[in-house]
């Protein structure tokens, strides 16, 4: 690909998902798992969603790509990349070197309510930051994000975490409790058994149900790209389980839950002390815990900050957008589950 940054002349061309490159794509420095053609049909499926890829074309030259899906709420065509609820993470642009970011934004909004006829626009993008976005009527609004670095030697990482989850994980291992990696028949059913009770814990239930596993499972688990862990006690008892996808050097922590009769052995700390080196050792040099859950701070993250950009091609549903958004934050989350 060919980068000239010349602003307002870029545009974005929807592309064929079936017959688009996606082995191209996927080999882009900038590109995460939540771009790929897997993640894109487990989204769709669960959400009844229309993928969107487009070319970012700059005049004839091809400068990129944009991935996202259409979704209706309340009749209402909306253009995700992602949009919230997903359980999805930053998606947006792969861009060539030297195009402008800000540029790309101004086509996306052209390509939203022109050709992919949407009225509301969202966006995260990680290497988008509020500053290249000013002026162009978009909200934003930060999200909390826990991010480990996993380049370092195990002694290190082992020792930034808190001496509690240190101790934690010493004793996971004195007292026999191992983590292995799980097949996935079934494991979305017993993962989900123990959200519910996680929720349960707090009077609330699971945003999602168990199918939305299930249709992760059957769509990403067999590209290599998602670890499905299960800690178990010393007696064969299944305590705890973990999901984490991974790609081009960064991993995700997607989901956990645990049986609190189990609480004591702490399989939690067992199953994230294993998703890191399991990744490490295959090349990721980032650990993306998600946002939410001050228990991850034991284990030695730094928090990061990531705009979450929308626009509304009508002003007064912007403002409805952003009411539900505070009604949504104010619910309580469980502090074990993305």
């Known amino acids: 690909m060919i980068g000239h940054a010349r ?5 974005l061309q929807r592309l ?12 882009l420095p900038d590109r995460v798992i939540f771009q790929t053609r897997e993640w894109l049909e487990f989204v769709a499926r669960t959400q009844r969603a229309d993928p969107i890829v487009a070319a970012v074309m700059d ?3 091809h400068a ?12 209402v065509p909306i253009l995700g990349s992602p949009f919230p609820g997903w359980t999805t993470a930053s998606m947006g642009f792969n861009l060539a070197e030297g195009v402008s970011r800000r540029a790309a934004a101004e086509a996306l909004v052209a390509f939203a309510f022109g050709p992919a006829r949407c009225i509301h626009v969202e966006l995260k993008d990680r290497r988008l930051l509020p500053q290249d976005l000013a002026g162009l009527g978009f909200r934003h609004s930060p999200t909390l994000t ?5 380049a370092a030697d195990e002694e290190t990482i082992f020792a930034r975490m808190s001496s509690a989850c240190r101790r934690a994980i010493r004793k996971g291992e004195r007292v026999g409790v191992t983590v292995e990696e799980a097949a996935p028949d079934g494991f979305a059913e017993e993962y989900h ?11 609330l239930r699971p945003t999602y149900g168990v199918d939305r596993v299930r249709e992760l499972i059957r769509c990403v688990h067999p590209t290599g790209r998602l670890l499905l862990l299960r800690a178990v006690a010393p007696g064969g008892e299944r305590m705890a389980t973990g999901i984490f996808p991974a790609m081009n050097g960064t991993a995700y922590f997607w989901g956990g839950a645990s049986w609190r009769s189990q609480q004591i052995l702490r399989p939690n700390e067992a199953i994230f002390w294993y998703a890191m ?3 490490r050792a295959r090349g990721m040099t980032v650990f993306d ?7 991850k701070r034991r284990y030695g993250p730094r928090e990061l900050t990531v705009p979450a950009f929308r626009r509304s091609r009508l002003a007064a549903l912007g403002v409805l957008r952003d009411l539900a958004g505070r009604a949504a934050a104010r619910r309580l989350t469980p502090s074990r589950s993305r």
Do not use: C, H, K, S
């Open 7 to 11: 602003g307002p002349m870029l545009n």
């Open 193 to 203: 058994a123990q959200l519910v009770e996680v929720f349960a814990r707090q009077g």
């Open 277 to 279: 080196r399991y990744w």
């Open 59 to 61: 005049g004839r030259e």
């Open 16 to 27: 064929n998902v079936d017959r688009a490159d996606w082995e191209r794509m996927d080999a």
């Open 289 to 295: 815990m998600g946002g939410g859950g001050d228990y």
């Open 64 to 75: 990129g790509y944009f991935t996202g899906l259409i979704v209706r709420r309340y009749r």
């Open 146 to 150: 826990f991010e480990l670095d996993l």
